[in-house]
């Protein structure tokens, strides 16, 4: 009888603290239940999306929409779970109405696999090195249409049209 009762305190006296999971635990929650996910390339965008709790604590960009939408049950923790403070958010890149999409004038990867591109009106953006997504860009820069939209301080997001993926840029020219 004095185990059980001595279980039940303990019990009772840890519940508080399950509760109350850091961006840490919250990752390796999604990041388990992306485990589903057969395919591969799926796999690793959901464990992308997965990982939002942390980029979030950090102050990172958050994943692109399509790869948090495929955290199998994030939607439902996420209701439950009340937000937690932020540490100062950069602000999002802005996009204009009238998303303007033009072909690049060149592109260059450096040692670590982040490119450089350089648009036709001379500027020049630079991808982050803490970016999660990796181009494979093996074609002529002009078969490549792009459009950045540009947030505060010269950083902002480059998305290649039909890719999908939305890659964090500053601007370096």
């Known amino acids: 009888m004095k185990n059980i009762l001595f279980a039940s305190a303990l019990f009772l006296t840890a519940l508080p603290f399950a509760a109350q999971a850091g961006p840490r635990e919250d990752s390796r929650a999604g990041i388990a239940r992306c485990d589903q996910i057969m395919d591969d390339r799926g796999w690793?965008?959901?464990?992308?999306?997965?990982?939002?709790?942390?980029?979030?604590?950090?102050?990172?960009?958050?994943?692109?929409?399509?790869?948090?939408?495929?955290?199998?049950?994030?939607?439902?923790?996420?209701?439950?779970?009340?937000?937690?403070?932020?540490?100062?958010?950069?602000?999002?890149?802005?996009?204009?109405?009238?998303?303007?999409?033009v072909h690049l004038a060149a592109y260059t990867f450096d040692r670590h696999g982040m490119f450089t591109v350089t648009l036709p009106d001379g500027t020049v953006w630079q991808q982050q090195a803490d970016d999660v997504n990796y181009a494979h860009w093996k074609d002529p820069a002009s078969h490549y249409v792009v459009s950045v939209g540009e947030g505060l301080g010269g950083h902002g997001t480059l998305e290649l049209r039909n890719d999908g993926n939305e890659y964090i840029v500053r601007r370096i020219r």
């Open 44 to 101: 690793l965008d959901c464990i992308y999306g997965a990982v939002q709790p942390m980029r979030a604590r950090l102050g990172l960009a958050p994943a692109p929409d399509f790869q948090q939408r495929l955290v199998p049950g994030a939607a439902q923790a996420m209701r439950a779970a009340p937000p937690r403070p932020v540490a100062m958010a950069p602000a999002a890149p802005v996009r204009k109405s009238d998303e303007t999409w």
